[in-house]
């Protein structure tokens, strides 16, 4: 209790004191020693210093179980695999960034880890931290089914009331959460960052934000208490040698283990994964449409040209971010007039709109950018005619001959394509106009699941990433158009493809409506009156895949539908997910067959998480769908990528290491020892139980760890610290 009432003393005078005179407490067994050398001039000025840290480490303040300490408790239990073996070997001993291709076991590595730990140590805590909840379960599921963590010693901290977690802090050893739940509860001092001594963090490649959870984490771990242990989880540290620097950084890292799907000791163990590359070709139409839009902007890409603002001559290669980039110079230079900044500010601002057009045209096709255009002419057409605004800059622009030519051009090739798919004669598939990749995207996407379907009459999936919710939607009717092409005996050729969108929580963004613009004459858009519960919506779409999709497009997916949507997924109800961000990481879709990349990034982790969705139990096909500088892009990134996993694993010393404390005695050497780990039976039972349902799992969990039984315990407490006041006023 004394101990407890000086730490949130210490606490508070450390969160209380002042930024420029601030008290730090110091850690309880780090020392530096800092040592200076250099050259300097006669008159003593430095010519150069180096400045080095030696740090040390004293005895751990946990107090240990001696008996444990001279084994390493390896799971048995499944096949052993050197590679796992040996990162755990380096993980209990140093703060380790792990990174592993995706199905390659780090949920094993991190259950191991954390299982020693939990024998070592009498009383400290041991925390895993994971964004999501899927994530989060899938390592509970680890440790109560491979490495037979006592349920009763661990708590589930997602979805639990504060008052609940304290107690929980208090009376158990191994904690399950969100990094925002811990972040919190140490910054309020729920949690004496002193009393732990193992903190595992998976999607670590996050932690190069400084202003995350898992930094804040640590940093305040490091401020009390500097022996505990990091492992650190990931399938891809970093795009950059400086944004893997700053994880190692954020998270006290001291050794990198790291291992590529070419490494022969994960290859054996590596599902194979096709790989097939496909460029697609600019139709005649999107050509039509660039050089009208290239016609209509070229004066004012030569005014940018004559201010020396912007390089580019060619309108076609108008690129949105490096006008973007342009605007920011021109803003951040304070040397020009305030006039000719705002001017100069306008001409790029409409250039990186230009520029995003023809990036929607080239890479997504006419549909997607047609909707994009269309919202943005009518907001400035409507406005500038009703001089809501004065950009002439703009309006030479939005109202030259070529750009209504352009939009009487695409409305009749958005006209004609709907006539034709809607004409079962004509067995035309909405939508394959707008680019040359839908046509690939349905030839791909129908063979594969009729090849599929042939040989096993089983369930086979696919997910298809693009960028854009709107693209996304456009997909689902284009492949629901195809079933029209599928001509089979089999009775269920008309729904061989079975698609839905799956996307984030968040709402489309609204359209620009002229309607009620004119008639409100600008002012604040009024509210729909809300309908009445049994009032018909003669707006909402039928009851089908499509309908469903559209709705989902428009109000966003909240975390039941896209529970929902996911167990109907692995189902078979539906067998293809077109996915934005949200399907690349975080959530359990469960096996997946094919997956297609409509677009193509220049981000090597999402390139890698979305090729990881596929080839984790079985054989996988990955198809990349390129046009425009896609191809260049996606090998540009992957060079760089593998270019700094190499750089990592190199002698070179790119990465600056963290020095970490071992936290066992230097006298014990721990030797591996294989055991076969006995499941106790109220984890078997939860495990059995729940099967493969995240929530009801993590639910159920909590329900069992949580503060509801420990509840008894505190008011045992509570009578016996009654008791014993009175004892004490008798003796008084």
Known sequence: MDSDQSFLEELSDWSGSSSQN????????????????????????????????SVSFSKTHHELNQGNLGTIIYPSNLEVRKYQEEIVKKAVMENVLCSL?????????????????????????????????????????????????????????????????????ETRRVFFSTPQMVANDLLSGLVDPRNVCCVVVDEAHRARGGSYAYCKVVERLDKFNTSFRVLALTA?????????????????????????????????YMNSRSLVEVDCDITPEIQHAVILISEAILPVLKRANSAGIYDITDPARINQFMALEKSRAVVANHRLPEGLKRTYFFILRLLSEVGNFFRRLNVYGIVTFYGFFLDKYTEFTTKYQMKKSTNKLAASFYFSPQISELKSYIEKLIAEDSKNSANPGLKVVAGTFSHTKFQELVKRVTTFLQQKEHESHGNSSIIVFTEFRDNALEIVRCLESANKLVSSADSHSKDLLRPHIFIGQAKEKSRFD??????????????????????????????????????????????????????????????????????????????????????????????????????????????????SNEREKFARAMDNYRWIQNKIRSDDNIIDLHPSDRILPKEYK???????????????????????????????????????????????????????????????
């Not at 891809?236 to 950084?249: C, F, I, L, N, W």
């Open 22 to 53: 601030e008290k730090e407490p110091n850690a309880i067994n780090k020392h530096s020693h800092v040592t200076h050398s250099g050259q300097c001039t006669l008159d003593g000025g430095t010519v150069y210093e180096e400045v080095k840290e």
């Open 101 to 169: 291709p995706t199905g390659l076991g780090k949920t094993f590595i991190a259950a191991t880890v954390m299982l020693n730990f939990y024998r070592w140590v009498e009383r400290a805590k041991i925390i895993f931290m994971a964004p999501t909840r899927p994530l989060v379960a899938q390592q509970m599921r680890a440790c109560y089914g491979i490495a037979g963590l006592p349920l009763e010693d661990t708590a589930v901290l997602v979805g639990v009331t504060r008052k609940d977690r304290a107690v929980l802090w």
């Open 236 to 268: 891809t540290p970093g795009a950059t040698v400086e944004s893997v620097q700053k994880v190692v950084d954020n998270l006290d890292i001291s050794s990198i283990q790291l291992r590529t799907d070419k490494d022969p000791d994960v290859l054996q």
């Open 514 to 627: 002229e309607e009620t613009f004119r008639s409100t004459k600008g002012r604040k858009k009024k509210k729909n009156p809300k309908k009445k519960k049994n009032e018909k919506n003669s707006d909402s779409p039928l009851a089908t895949r499509l309908g469903s999709s559209e709705t989902a497009q428009a109000k966003g997916m909240s975390q039941k539908d896209q529970k929902e949507l996911l167990t109907k997924f692995k189902d078979g109800v539906y067998n293809v997910l077109v996915a934005t961000s949200i399907g690349e990481e975080g959530l359990d879709i469960g096996e997946v067959d094919m997956i297609v990349c409509f677009d193509s990034t220049s981000s090597p982790i999402k390139n890698i998480q979305r090729m990881g969705r596929t080839g984790r139990k079985r054989a996988g096909n990955v198809v990349m769908l390129f046009s």
């Open 670 to 732: 721990p030797a591996l020892e294989y055991r076969k780990i006995t499941i106790p039976e109220t984890n078997k039972n939860l495990l059995d139980e729940n099967g493969e349902d995240d929530d009801a799992f993590i639910e159920e969990a909590a329900s069992i760890t949580s503060a509801r039984k420990n509840k008894v315990k505190r008011k045992s407490r509570k009578r016996k610290k009654t008791r014993k006041d009175s004892d004490d006023d008798r003796q008084m």
